[in-house]
C-alpha cells in the first residue's frame, strides 16, 4: 500500500514565495486526483481484506465443527444443594 506522499510524488513542484527559499507545492487539480487515486486503492485493499476475513472466518468454521466431537445432552445427576441448608426457601 502507498503512503500519502507517493500519491503525489510526481505532482509536486518547487514555487518560491518573495524573498524566502523554494517550498514544494502542489496544484488543487493533481491532489484532488490523488485522493481520489487514494481512495480508489483504498477500497481495493478494504474489498481484498474483507474476502481475506470471510475466506479465513469460512476456513475456521469448517475446522471448529469437525473439531468438536458430537454432543449427547444428557441429564445431570449432580445434586444440586443450597448455599445455606438453615434458610428458608424464597419463592422464585
Not at 518560491?16 to 485522493?35: C, G, H, K, M, S
Not at 474483507?50 to 444428557?74: E, F, K, N, Q, Y
Amino acid at each position: 500500500m502507498k503512503s500519502a506522499a507517493e500519491y503525489l510524488e510526481a505532482h509536486v513542484f518547487e514555487a518560491r514565495r518573495p524573498r524566502r527559499e523554494l517550498q514544494p507545492v502542489v496544484a488543487y487539480t493533481d491532489a484532488v486526483q490523488a485522493i481520489e487515486q487514494a481512495l480508489a486503492d483504498a477500497e481495493k485493499y478494504k474489498y481484498l481484506l474483507m474476502r481475506a476475513l470471510r475466506r479465513h472466518a469460512d476456513a475456521t468454521a469448517v475446522a471448529a465443527v469437525h473439531a468438536v466431537p458430537s454432543i449427547t445432552l444428557v441429564p445431570d445427576v449432580t445434586p444440586v444443594l443450597p448455599l445455606y441448608p438453615n434458610q428458608p426457601r424464597m419463592a422464585a
